[in-house]
Every structure is written in structure tokens, then in C-alpha cells.
């Protein structure tokens, strides 16, 4: 069962959320939140699999509520609940350690499929919304970064096509290996690298030159 709490400030999204969630069979709900400081406090008591997180919210806003929960828990599964695809907020979010984002009126199997994946540490965002999410982290900070020492030329490869966008089973098949390989490469470079998601990934994979502008992987990335 994949246990979730949701956060927003308005009761009928909460109730609407939590009437899908339960529906769908796997899922519970073990908590819901009308602010930021609620969303922390039911995130460390219930450690959920998933966290659903509205980010305009009263007291504590859901960016806060995130990098606190995150400070306590880095390996929290945290998916934000929005509006507007293109808020700026959004973009915050998921830099910070979010695993992707949900906007409000997706089609309800969207959502339900969604958790499940975040529940798994699967990437939910489209290759063109990682390509911006990265685009707007690089623009940050201009400077390239070396190659950090301590990821084998295996994990070096996987991250490169993380930076792409691939999906697990996309890197499985580029590279004809099963797709818990690719897991288990994915999660050793991330652990080495401190990184808490994917999205934080391919935005190292992009400043240590693994991947180029075009977003195509370097055959011969340089070692520093």
C-alpha cells in the first residue's frame, strides 16, 4: 500500500485527491494539510511514500515545506500540486529536491499513475520540462563543474543519458542491460554524487559536460 499526504489549503482539492488516491486501490492517504507547517508535521510523523504538495499555502508555503521536509527526510518523495505548469515556484520546487509536478486539472489517471511512479523514485517530469528545469539551473551558475572522481565509466554513461532525459527503461534499451542495472547505476552516482532526484541529476550531468546544449550525450566526457 503506498501511503500518501496530501497538502493544499483548499478542502475540496484534499478531498477530491484523497476520494481518487483510495479508489485506486494501492494507496492511502494517511494525512492532509490546509499549510506548509501541517505538511512538515504529518511528513515526519506518518514518513509517507509520497508527499503531495500544493505550493501556495498559509503560514508555511509549500517551497519552505519542502526544504524542510527534505532537511529531515532527503530521501522524501515530493510532488508538487499546481495551477500553472510555467510557475516560476514550480521550477524552485523541483531544484530544491521535488521529483516532479502535477497540474491540477491533469486527468485524474494521470495523478494516480503519478504516485505510483514517484512512490518507485521514477522521474514524472517530460523530457521538454527537464530540458527547461536544467536550462534555468545552468543560467544560475555559468561555471562548469569537473568531473567528480569516484563514479565508474558505467555510472558516467547512465548520467549522461539521465541529462537527456531518458527514462529508465529507455537507458536500458540504449544500452542493452535490464532495467535494474540501469536502477542500481542510477542510484550509486546519485548517492556518490549527494544527489536527492533525477532532476538534480541531469543538471550535474550538464555541468560536468556529459551531456551538450543540445541535450545529446558526450561520447568522451572530460575527466577533472
Known amino acids: 500500500m503506498i501511503r500518501v499526504v496530501v497538502a493544499d489549503d483548499q478542502a475540496l482539492v484534499r478531498a477530491g485527491v484523497r476520494m481518487l488516491l483510495q479508489a485506486a486501490g494501492d494507496m492511502e492517504v494517511v494525512g492532509e494539510a490546509e499549510d506548509g507547517a501541517e505538511a512538515v508535521r504529518l511528513a515526519d510523523h506518518h514518513r509517507p511514500d509520497v508527499v503531495l504538495m500544493d505550493l501556495r499555502m498559509p503560514r508555511v508555503d509549500g517551497l519552505e515545506a519542502i526544504k524542510r521536509i527534505l532537511g529531515a527526510q532527503p530521501g522524501a518523495k515530493i510532488v508538487v500540486l499546481t495551477t500553472f505548469a510555467d510557475d516560476a ?11 516532479g509536478f502535477l497540474v491540477k486539472d491533469d486527468e ?16 514524472l517530469l517530460a523530457p521538454s520540462v527537464l ?11 555559468q561555471q562548469a563543474t569537473p568531473t ?14 539521465v ?22 547505476h542510477v542510484g550509486s552516482a546519485m548517492d556518490k554524487l549527494g544527489l536527492r532526484n533525477r532532476i538534480q541529476a541531469a543538471v550535474v550531468a550538464h555541468r560536468i559536460g556529459l551531456v551538450d546544449a543540445s541535450f545529446r550525450p558526450v561520447r568522451h566526457p572530460p575527466r577533472g
Open 163 to 184: 541529462g537527456t532525459g531518458l527514462s529508465n527503461a529507455e537507458i536500458a534499451d540504449r544500452l542493452h542491460v535490464g532495467v535494474t542495472t540501469v536502477k542500481t
Open 108 to 123: 485524474p489517471e494521470r495523478m494516480v499513475d503519478a504516485v505510483r511512479r514517484a512512490a518507485a523514485g521514477e522521474q
Open 148 to 161: 567528480p572522481a569516484g563514479l565508474t565509466e558505467r555510472e558516467l554513461e547512465v548520467l549522461a543519458l
Open 89 to 99: 515556484n514550480v521550477y524552485a520546487a523541483l531544484r530544491v529536491g521535488a521529483l
Open 131 to 141: 530540458r527547461r528545469v536544467v536550462e534555468r539551473a545552468l543560467a544560475a551558475e
